[in-house]
């Protein structure tokens, strides 16, 4: 049996949210009990908790809803890069070690440790030219274990527009703590949630 990596964090009220976002809420509709034979819950949450996959409509007026969003992109293999430590932007000298023969899908840690209970206001984003020269290599996937992709501060979101421009895919808080530089299966659907800008996913990678 092929060996499987969870790199989803947990969701639940600690888990940390862009600030302003929605925070994880749950309460109980139904509880067992001699009247009831089942738990119901509901949930409240933003799209963008946990690991998720942004939609063009995340940075696009006019851009897809995630349930719109073609799903082959967010399997396959893909190859996980270490960038730990290199500053507040990853340029293409953090990757060149491993871009020989890249599959079309690149996950990038950055973190010895995921803040899995505090929003990091200092995460690491990519350089917007890091992103291009990637889609030029024929990246059309690109993940990390931040919140964003780009600094967290920014207004402009340059890195999400070369994205938008090189219809790229984009995966967001990936806990890769313990997980090797190498390639791997990626498997990360997002939810068929058809007027959302994103959905949270279910990121595993497999053995090849």
């Given at each position: ?36 034979p089942v738990n ?24 897809a809803a995630i ?116 390639d791997y299966e ?23």
């Amino acid at each position: 049996m092929k060996k499987i990596w969870d790199i989803s964090p947990p969701i639940d009220e600690s888990s940390p949210v862009f600030p302003g976002d929605t925070s994880f809420q749950l309460h109980w509709t139904a509880k067992i009990s001699p009247q009831c034979p089942v738990n119901v819950s509901a949930i409240t949450l933003s799209p963008h908790l946990g690991s998720h996959a942004d939609a063009p409509l995340h940075y696009d007026p006019s851009g897809a809803a995630i349930g719109q969003v073609d799903l082959q992109t967010f399997i396959g293999p893909c190859r996980v890069i270490h960038a730990i430590g290199v500053g507040p932007l990853i340029n293409l000298k953090h990757l060149a070690h491993k871009l020989e023969n890249l599959p079309e899908r690149v996950l990038v840690r950055t973190y010895v440790k995921f803040p899995a209970q505090e929003f990091d206001s200092q995460l690491t984003a990519f350089a917007p030219q890091t992103l291009t020269a990637l889609a030029e290599l024929g990246v059309k996937l690109i993940g990390i274990d931040s919140a964003s992709i780009d600094p967290a501060d920014s207004k402009t979101l340059d890195s999400h527009q070369v994205i938008r421009q090189r219809n790229m895919r984009v995966l967001e808080n990936l806990q890769l703590d313990f997980v090797e530089e190498g390639d791997y299966e990626l498997i990360a659907l997002p939810l068929k949630l058809m007027r959302a800008d994103a959905s949270p996913v279910r990121a595993i990678l497999r053995e090849l």
